[in-house]
């Protein structure tokens, strides 16, 4: 059993006993206000359970949302090219990229593009859609000299057990003028207000570290980067988790369609005022 951790992964700061979730003991930091999971299972221990234990799940919701997911990523692209000043395509380097449907979508647009997944299935999917050599398990498999115009992490930075580590190890993969962007979640939402250790995004072991933005640009500025660009948005589905009754997890019928119309309206408004659970970010070295 690893021991405990004491030390705030986004800023450093000391972490403080929180509450404990599914076995997990969190902590709060003193510093930044981040809560991260205190006990961190081991590199292989985490790599066993996304292969083994979370991959169906990855499996079975990329297959139901496959044709929406191509709609947000072309969205994203959209950003990318507005935050970059240009539409013109370059190399880029999705990390946890599952199965490679942003990449799909970026190579369509004429974008170079790289994969790092640590799901043996999740590198399949990307080696046959950018060819060999394109799929990585780890960061530190990339090869020398190889760079990029834009890196990704999408939902992916909450999950890693040193995220200063991994960033700034990106941060050197960043060709002159390259931007890396990020979404993650956000302990400052209003889901998390209303919800407290019940939110829908505390779910050890699969998210290790829960962001302040005061945390995100201390954790950028530790590896390097700085910030350039910051979003947030709001999950209904994160709302309607933690709901009890029909209208709760698993709405059906007039149900369901009631969480969307009420789903839609939440989101227009605490998008515009901010109190999202995701944070979208830009950064570009220091």
């Excluded at 942003?102 to 647009?109: C, G, I, K």
């Excluded at 931007?179 to 829908?200: A, C, K, M, Y």
């Amino acid at each position: 059993m690893s021991e405990l951790r004491r030390d705030c992964p986004a800023c450093g700061g000391a972490l403080e006993p929180s509450f404990e979730r599914d076995g997990f003991p969190f902590g709060k930091c003193t510093a930044c206000g981040s809560i991260s999971v205190r006990r961190v299972p081991a590199d292989a221990d985490l790599a066993a359970y996304y292969n083994d234990e979370a991959a169906p799940d990855y499996r079975v919701k990329y297959r139901a949302t496959e044709h929406a997911q191509t709609r947000t990523w072309k969205g994203r692209l959209e950003l990318i090219a507005e935050l970059r000043g240009t539409e013109r395509p370059g190399t880029v380097l999705d990390v946890g990229a599952s199965y490679g449907a942003f990449l799909r979508v970026a190579a369509d647009a004429g974008w170079n593009a790289y994969g790092v997944e640590i799901t043996r299935e999740g590198r399949d999917a990307i080696q046959s859609l950018a060819g060999d050599g394109h799929a990585f398990e780890r960061v530190d498999e990339l090869p020398a000299g190889l760079h990029f115009d834009v890196i990704t992490l999408w939902d992916v930075v909450e999950h890693l057990p040193e995220p200063v580590q991994t960033l700034a190890t990106l941060r050197e993969r960043l060709a002159p003028g390259g931007v890396l962007f990020f979404s993650t979640v956000s302990i400052e939402s209003v889901n998390q207000r209303l919800f407290g250790r019940h939110w829908h995004y505390y779910r050890p072991p699969r998210h290790l570290v829960h962001f302040t933005a005061r945390g995100i640009d201390r954790m950028l500025e530790r590896a390097g980067l700085e910030r350039t660009y910051r979003n947030s948005r709001f999950m209904a589905h994160a709302f309607f988790a933690g709901l009890p009754g029909p209208l709760g997890r698993g709405a059906r019928g007039p149900a369901k369609l009631a969480q969307r119309a009420l789903g839609l309206g939440m989101r227009t408004v605490l998008d515009r005022v901010g109190g999202g659970d995701i944070i979208d970010v830009g950064a570009v070295r220091r």
